[in-house]
């Protein structure tokens, strides 16, 4: 399934948390994971952040998939550099 749709507001949140960014926490500590466990209900968001280039599907999880964020997913949620770097080793 893939979708022309753009990507929204709520899709990019959904890779904020796919990377731990977190106004909460410490922006070191951005990017210590990359993996959204989805769920059926996710899946449209995912299909048009995936078709932005901003996430791949990696494997199965129950009724979906986990989707792990791109070095361009990264770059579009403001992680730096070494943030990315760490992100892109998990």
Request: aromatic share 10%; glycine share 8%; charged share 30%.
């Amino acid at each position: 399934m893939t979708t022309d749709q753009a990507v929204t507001a709520e899709d990019l949140d959904k890779l904020r948390h796919m990377l731990g960014v977190d106004s909460r926490k410490s922006q070191r500590q951005w990017g210590y994971r990359n993996y959204y466990a989805s769920s059926k209900g996710d899946e449209p968001a995912m299909r048009r952040l995936q078709s932005a280039g901003f996430v791949r599907q990696g494997r199965q999880y129950e009724d979906s998939f986990y989707f792990h964020a791109t070095e361009e997913g990264c770059k579009a949620v403001g992680l730096n550099a070494k943030q990315i770097k760490r992100a892109m080793e998990d």
